[in-house]
């Protein structure tokens, strides 16, 4: 089974940018579609990216449109998420997800990496 | 955009049924998904296709999905489910990737 651990998390000057990395354990992980999902302190899943096996489709949610890219390394099994222009509202715990192979769900979980924007 | 609507809370005594909803439009032209959350920890799915189990989960957890709702059922629930729950569904119209709000179950 395919463990993820994510990094990156911190605490940001609000305005700034940071990019978060999600390692697999696996080198299968370059045939898994991947997503990244947030939560927000005391607050419910939010579903923030998603990008496929060979990083040619990648879809944003609405809220953070525009000020997200996500990217993956298949030679180092790593899954990025670069946020832009970071607001408090962007302080939560980051979690990559693998997508199944067979259905629109996410089947292994991270860790999560704990962002934090304040000044 | 799309919305799925679960009950804030839901709470039960032990080795009694628990039953989460999960509404949303015409829900049931979609597969619902249903993981549970346990505080300081990630989510685990509990559910997959409206009512397929991965491997390691009791057959307690089951689910139904018709209409404009979909169903998270616990049978003989345990202290050990009390979790946070959270439907979600693939919406095609916008490839995004959608959660309900959670639901906080409570054993008594």
């Known amino acids: 089974q395919v463990q993820l651990v994510e990094s990156g998390g911190g605490v940001v000057q609000p305005g700034r940018s940071l990019r978060l990395s999600c390692a697999a354990s696996?080198?299968?992980?370059?045939?898994?579609?991947m997503h990244w999902v947030r939560q927000a302190p005391g607050k419910g899943l939010e579903w923030v990216a998603f990008?496929?096996?060979?990083?040619?489709?990648?879809y944003y949610s609405d809220s953070m449109k525009g000020r997200l890219t996500v990217s993956r390394d298949n030679f180092g099994t790593t899954l990025y998420l670069e946020i832009a222009n970071l607001t408090s509202e962007d302080t939560a715990v980051y979690y990559c997800?693998?997508?199944?192979?067979?259905?629109?769900?996410?089947?292994?979980w991270g860790t999560g990496t704990t962002v934090i924007v304040s000044s | 955009s799309y919305v799925l609507t679960q009950p804030p809370s839901v709470s039960v005594a032990p080795g009694q049924t628990a039953r989460i909803a999960c509404g949303g439009s015409?829900?049931?032209?979609?597969?619902v998904h249903w993981y549970q959350q346990k505080p300081g920890q990630a989510p685990l799915l509990v559910l997959y296709a409206d009512s397929d189990r991965p491997s390691g989960i009791p057959e307690r957890f089951s689910g139904s999905n018709s209409g404009n709702t979909a169903t998270l059922t616990i049978t003989a629930v345990e202290a050990g489910d009390e979790a946070d729950f959270y439907c979600q569904v693939w919406h095609s119209g916008s490839d995004h990737w959608v959660f309900g709000g959670g639901t906080k179950l409570t054993v008594l």
């Open positions: 696996t080198f299968y992980f370059k045939y898994d579609a």
């Open positions: 015409n829900i049931e032209n979609t597969g």
């Open positions: 990008i496929s096996f060979d990083g040619t489709k990648k």
């Open positions: 997800a693998r997508q199944s192979s067979t259905n629109y769900y996410m089947d292994v």
